[in-house]
């Protein structure tokens, strides 16, 4: 007979890893597509991103004196990697991918104390990380079409603008929304097929992975003012489609900021949580230095969840919302 | 009917269907009962038997100690053999008083006093002999239940909680189904007892057959048969509230503040039996299951049988037990001993095989709030949980400690497998622990601050005294001066 227990005596068929495996069967499509567009060079980044991920996460765990088995086998490490890889430029070298992976999974998680500890989300800390030291790297882009190097959509955009060239004029042959949503424009090896990602996201959310809330609060956070601003002003603020299909919003939404470590714990919270993920992108993809804002908007919100956590808190049964018991009713 | 919506609430595997088709079946008279005298919530009944002494079956063997306990009988006729302890039904499996009972294998009942037309007895008559049946809630909380008739005199609403959500049970879904008419008395009874305005029966949708029974033996009555989506915990007092009648109970309240009570069915089938027959509550229906019992089944049982003697009528195991739990798996007990007995509130007695438990190492909390997804209270496990590792009790009760139900929803639906529920009902014992501390301190702060306020009366008292007997000292030496000058002079 095995130790006493405490009830409950009956679990659900659910463990750590089958969370990140879902994840990772999600994200299957889009990174497919990613090795399809830009061939070996992807697939070699993907590997060494990962490799490295675990080889740095194996040592640190030793170092650490844990059990280095259980902590690789949740799968956690490889899921971070594979999010940094898909979000990097397919052309990016070898030795980014080592320095993202590893600052990922050391800096970002184990450092916090290793997983669910973490306040940053790892993937985005070492892709904001990249790009700010080594901003020539993170930002050469190929087109998937010729192979020629060029700019992104929001990137060619920004730098247009700047030269007082109108916003309808500069997206004329460098938008379309089928090329949106199929994947076929330039961007990170594996964020730009936005039917794929979606169909990837539905999945989580049919297998209850992650909830509606984030996504959907995050796409109507950069779509409401995209759309409020457009329509004042088409000339210089971009339509919510461009910004929907563009950078790594996608993404971000379904695989990126539902990361359940770093996002508020209610629904309420999370949909505070994503408006402000939107919002935050809009708001530096018009307004900031960057083309693209998702990383950033998405750790500057990350940093936010133990606010909206102490303050968004369902209401106790037997209770009024602010945890008062509720008057006594006979009859 | 109109339901109101269930908040959180899981989907575990019902399991239902390995014992469902079994009717009820009597398990033989064991040889030996060791019957507990704390079955109940409450302080343990005091023996009224010696031992050596013939009882009959529905004998009474311990009388209830005070309102808030319950009366004790003999399950069959034989020869008290003991006054000493058995093994509690219990995870610790520390030692409880009880009375071992041999039995002659004869069942002579004493004789039983029928009621013709139970209906004209008086609310308080039908509690009394409620009371006097040694009758608990028989859904496993084990509240004497004549003292719940007392303080729920005028309610509007009466429950009958026929949700049965825990897995694998069915005792009540074959009591509904065999015995409604009884059931349906009962339920009357208790309506009567409490002068109920409305009386409403809730029922899972997974036990259509105990729903079609009811139906049937309500009509022509004020009761009103409900089906239930099935979600655990729909039997939880409060949740089943919720649903039927969209009421939250106060925080820190009773069913009845809101004006509710609610009785398990086959509560109401024991009250008809102690008002209607006579006879007090002896036996109960308890499901056999699990996956390592050969045949799973449902057995009315005498309350004192060991549970063991469950496990051989049901055939034995037919793969070996990992675990042997009393009550369901959602809020059941381990218990590592099968010769403890069964109690009152014993509602199952599962053998489970490792699959069924499903059991993993705690992995740390990714904080993916399915905890708080699945808390039928709305509160965060996952926080609570860690205020409870670092020793913040305090941190743990405002964020709504006291508010859990520990129906294990968090723990079952948890990927890391933490154990939440643990962290909970660990919390809520040092914190009695402490509260008892406290009051302890402060009864012993009272007692010494008295004390010194005693000796400090005493002392003043003398002092008092003393002062006087000077006094009239002095007036009597002052007299006797002044006398000796009025001589002299």
């Given at each position: 007979m095995n130790p006493i227990a405490h009830s409950p005596h009956a679990h659900a068929p659910i463990t750590l890893s089958k969370v990140m495996m879902t994840v990772m069967m999600a994200l299957i499509p889009a990174t497919l597509y990613g090795f399809w567009l830009y061939g070996w060079s992807a697939v070699m980044l993907w590997m060494i991103s990962i490799f490295a991920a675990i080889a740095s996460e194996a040592l640190v765990v030793r170092w650490q004196g844990r059990g280095v088995k259980t902590a690789l086998l949740d799968g956690s490490g490889v899921l971070t990697a594979w999010l940094l890889a898909i979000s990097?430029?397919?052309?990016?070298?070898w030795w980014i991918a080592v320095l993202g992976s590893v600052f990922a999974v050391t800096i970002c998680k184990q450092v916090f104390g290793g997983l669910g500890q973490n306040v940053f989300n790892p993937a985005m800390a070492a892709r904001v990380m990249l790009l700010i030291s080594f901003p020539l790297e993170m930002t050469t882009w190929v087109s998937p079409v010729d192979g020629m190097a060029s700019a992104s959509v929001l990137g060619h955009v920004k730098t247009e603008l700047t030269r007082g060239i109108s916003m309808d004029t500069s997206l004329v042959g460098h938008f379309s929304m089928l090329d949106g949503l199929v994947g076929?424009?330039?961007?990170?090896m594996g964020e730009t097929a936005a039917i794929l990602l979606l169909l990837g996201g539905v999945f989580l959310i049919f297998r209850r992975i992650i909830t509606w809330h984030i996504p959907v609060a995050m796409m109507l956070g950069v779509a409401v003012p995209a759309l409020l601003f457009h329509s004042i002003d088409s000339t210089h603020y971009a339509s919510p489609l461009v910004h929907l299909l563009s950078g790594g919003l996608i993404l971000g939404a379904f695989f990126i900021a539902t990361d359940p470590v770093t996002s508020p714990n209610t629904a309420m919270g999370q949909l505070i949580f994503g408006a402000g993920c939107g919002l935050m992108t809009w708001i530096i993809r018009t307004w900031g230095g960057y083309p693209e804002g998702v990383a950033f908007a998405v750790l500057m919100l990350n940093a936010g969840t133990p606010i909206i956590d102490h303050y968004v808190k369902p209401r106790i049964y037997g209770r009024d919302r602010k945890g008062v018991a509720l008057p006594v009713k006979k009859g | 009917m109109n339901l109101f919506d269930l908040r959180g609430g899981i989907h575990p595997e019902g399991r239902k269907n390995l014992s469902a088709a079994h009717p009820i079946c009597a398990l033989p008279v064991p040889k030996r009962l060791f019957i507990p005298l704390q079955q109940h919530i409450g302080a343990p009944a005091q023996p009224v038997v010696a031992v050596g002494q013939n009882v009959l079956k529905g004998q009474l063997l311990a009388t209830a100690q005070g309102a808030l306990s319950s009366a004790i009988h003999a399950p069959t006729s034989g020869v008290i053999t003991g006054l000493g302890d058995c093994t509690a039904p219990h995870p610790s499996g520390l030692a409880v008083p009880s009375i071992t009972l041999d039995s002659d294998g004869e069942s002579r009942w004493i004789a039983l006093i029928a009621t013709a037309d139970p209906f004209q007895l008086t609310p308080e008559e039908i509690s009394q002999r409620v009371a006097a049946a040694g009758i608990v809630g028989l859904g496993g909380a084990t509240f004497p239940s004549a003292l719940k008739l007392n303080l729920s005199h005028g309610v509007q609403t009466l429950i009958m909680n026929g949700g049965e959500c825990e897995p694998y049970l069915t005792c009540d879904d074959r009591i509904m189904q065999e015995r409604a008419a009884q059931i349906m008395q009962g339920i009357q009874l208790i309506a009567h007892a409490v002068a109920a305005q409305e009386v409403l029966v809730g029922i899972e949708d997974n036990k259509p057959e105990a729903i079609a029974a009811m139906q049937a033996a309500a009509k022509n009555t004020s009761v009103k048969v409900t089906a239930m989506p099935s979600m655990y915990p729909m039997g939880s007092e409060k949740q089943i509230i919720q649903v039927l009648t969209g009421k939250e109970i106060p925080a820190g309240g009773r069913p009845a503040d809101i004006g509710v009570l609610v009785h398990n069915v086959a509560t109401a089938f024991a009250v008809q039996q102690a008002i209607v027959e006579g006879k007090p509550l002896i036996s109960r229906i308890v499901t056999v299951s699990g996956g390592a019992i050969k045949v799973p089944c449902n057995l009315e049982v005498l309350v004192g049988t060991p549970m063991q003697e469950l496990i051989d009528f049901a055939g034995g195991y037919v793969q070996p037990a990992a675990r042997l739990v009393l009550g369901g798996p959602m809020m059941g007990q381990q218990i590592s001993n099968p010769a403890v007995p069964v109690v009152k509130g014993t509602s199952g007695v599962l053998a489970l095989t490792t699959a069924e438990i499903g059991q993993a190492e705690p992995a740390p909390c990714i904080r993916c709030s399915s905890c708080v997804r699945a808390c039928p209270v709305g509160l965060l496990p996952l926080e609570m949980a860690a205020h409870i590792r670092t020793a913040n009790l305090s941190g743990a009760v405002n964020l709504g400690l006291k508010d859990c139900i520990a129906c294990g929803s968090c723990s079952y639906v948890c990927p890391a497998h933490i154990p939440l529920v643990h962290f909970f009902n660990y919390a809520k014992g040092d914190l009695t622990a402490q509260e008892r501390t406290k009051l302890k301190q402060e009864s012993t702060k009272k007692l010494a601050e008295e004390r010194s306020e005693r000796i400090a009366r005493i002392e003043r008292a003398r002092a008092e005294a003393a002062a006087k007997r000077k006094a009239a000292r002095e007036a009597k030496e002052r007299a006797a001066a002044a006398k000796l000058t009025t001589e002299a002079v």
């Open positions: 990097l430029p397919p052309t990016a070298p076929n424009r330039i961007g990170s | -």
